[in-house]
């Protein structure tokens, strides 16, 4: 049975930094494209940050402030968000399971497993 598990939310002011964590089970990770998604109240979801092997893809939004990452532990991926805005105010969730081409990344229904999400807000 595959599980993911998002960790490292919370509520911080405008220009403070979290890191996101996202443990898996039952998924090989090593194998697998893993993707940061959020969703804002009112909005679609939308990809964040994608990592397959040493690839990584960022939403226009976020290049240059949040960092996508394997962990030394294995099957765990984390989301370094720096520079926060309110804008980045969303629930946000890992994603497993990929079944297609690297430029649909951002396609939420290309991804078999998704975890309960964590709660990001920021204040200005």
């Known amino acids: 049975q595959v599980r993911l598990v998002e960790s490292g939310g919370g509520s911080v002011q405008a220009g403070d930094s979290l890191r996101l964590s996202c443990a898996g089970s039952?998924?090989?990770?090593?194998?697998?494209?893993i993707v940061w998604f959020r969703q804002a109240p009112g909005n679609d979801r939308e990809g964040v940050a994608s990592?397959?092997?040493?690839?990584?893809y960022y939403a226009d939004g976020v290049k240059g402030r949040f960092a996508i990452s394997r962990g030394n532990a294995r099957n765990r991926v984390y989301l370094q968000m720096d520079n926060l805005k309110p804008e980045d105010t969303a629930i946000y969730y890992c994603a497993a399971g990929f079944d297609g081409q690297w430029w649909q990344w951002e396609q939420e229904e290309k991804y078999k497993y998704w975890g309960q999400g964590t709660q990001v807000t920021v204040s200005s």
């Open positions: 990592l397959f092997g040493r690839d990584t």
């Open positions: 039952g998924v090989t990770f090593d194998y697998d494209r």
